[in-house]
């Protein structure tokens, strides 16, 4: 069966680095999304990995490694409004979203 | 504002009644879907049009029922519902249905409660 592994949740401190993996097992791969969403709101778009290496934007990096089945999204200098959920979600061979249950990040001061 | 616009935010239903969810986008995009989201559980998708042909239908049950007039519109009606259907319901759009070329652009959601 297809899967998407990532931790239910996640704490750290205003101001800190936090890194959120998600591991996937996919029939074929097409690339994974990372997606925020804040409690009662959309999720919206982060990033997007099709190759392994590492994509920066800003405060945010995106990592893929395939060979692995692994991607991380890498948060920096934290702020209270980063506290939300992060969805990781892979494309596999038909173009299908495999999506995981989501981090809750929560930032503390 | 996220270009996607879902109606109703919150919706109580008992489980003998009729309701309809609204989607409406204004991104120009030709394929929509209807997302279920349950606490600490994957997205799951429930519907998909392109181009207002429906593409996939996830084995949903039939007291949901789907309609999208045109590509900007998605509905989804409700009926006899069950209370395990109580989550909130997502809708999206992207430009094509697949590929990381075309990320989905979600709403707000409308949370629904059946009692």
């Known amino acids: 069966g297809q899967n998407i592994d990532q931790p239910t949740e996640m704490t750290a401190t205003e101001g800190a680095i936090v890194q959120i993996n998600c591991t996937y097992q996919t029939s074929g791969f097409n690339g994974l999304f990372w997606y925020q969403q804040h409690a009662g709101e959309a999720p919206t778009f982060l990033s997007y990995n099709v190759l392994d290496g590492l994509e920066e934007k800003g405060r945010f990096s995106s990592f893929l490694s395939r060979s692995k089945g692994y991607s991380y999204l890498l948060l920096k200098e934290l702020q209270m409004k980063d506290s939300a959920s992060y969805l990781c979600?892979?494309?596999?061979?038909?173009?299908?979203?495999?999506w995981g249950a989501g981090t809750k990040l929560i930032i503390k001061p | 504002e996220t270009g996607v616009t879902q109606t109703p935010r919150h919706l109580v239903m008992g489980m003998t009644n009729k309701k309809s969810l609204k989607c409406e986008q204004h991104?120009?995009?030709?394929?929509m879907y209807w997302y279920k989201q349950s606490a600490k559980k994957p997205l799951e998708l429930m519907f998909v049009y392109n181009f207002k042909e429906q593409t996939e239908n996830n084995s949903v049950p039939s007291r949901f029922s789907p309609e999208c007039p045109n590509s900007s519109h998605l509905f989804l009606h409700l009926h006899t519902l069950q209370p395990e259907d109580s989550a909130l319901y997502l809708c999206?759009?992207?430009?094509?249905?697949?590929?990381?070329?075309?990320?989905?652009?979600f709403g707000n959601g409308t949370r629904l409660t059946v009692t």
């Open positions: 979600a892979a494309i596999d061979s038909n173009y299908q979203l495999i």
């Open positions: 999206a759009s992207s430009q094509t249905t697949g590929g990381g070329s075309s990320p989905l652009h």
């Open positions: 991104l120009g995009h030709n394929a």
